[in-house]
């Protein structure tokens, strides 16, 4: 078993910012990516950013130039810097860990195995 596990989340005015953290643990394992995804009332889950070990990291284009993602992989750990913070970043984010395969399509929520239970992060306007 693996647990997710984030934290960081917070109200901020708009404009501000706010660095969220993550660490998965468990029994011997290792993950091929670790992503962020959001969800805001009455939408669907989306994408925000993963960094996949292999070969780098992705970003949505609306947090494209405003969020950051970096980690350690050794540690299994991920973070995701948030800058330039809007009313619209307004979502519970959750963070993920692909354990059992590298992700083809790093947005698609369905390849990754475990999920944290989320952090709320709220821009005030």
């Known amino acids: 078993q693996v647990h997710v596990v984030e934290s960081g989340g917070g109200l901020v005015q708009a404009g501000g910012s706010l660095r969220l953290s993550c660490a998965a643990s468990?029994?011997?394992?290792?993950?091929?990516?670790m992503g962020w995804f959001r969800q805001a009332p009455g939408k669907e889950r989306e994408p925000v950013a993963a960094?996949?070990?292999?070969?780098?990291?992705y970003y949505a284009d609306s947090v494209k130039g405003r969020f950051t993602i970096s980690g350690e992989n050794a540690k299994n750990t991920v973070y995701l810097q948030m800058d330039s913070l809007k009313p619209e970043d307004t979502a519970v984010y959750y963070c993920?860990?692909?354990?059992?395969?590298?992700?083809?399509?790093?947005?698609?929520?369905?390849?990754?195995?475990?999920w944290g239970q989320g952090t709320q992060v709220t821009g005030s306007s």
């Open positions: 993920a860990a692909a354990v059992s395969r590298r992700p083809r399509w790093w947005y698609d929520h369905e390849q990754y195995d475990y």
């Open positions: 468990g029994r011997t394992f290792s993950t091929y990516a």
């Open positions: 960094i996949r070990w292999s070969d780098g990291t």
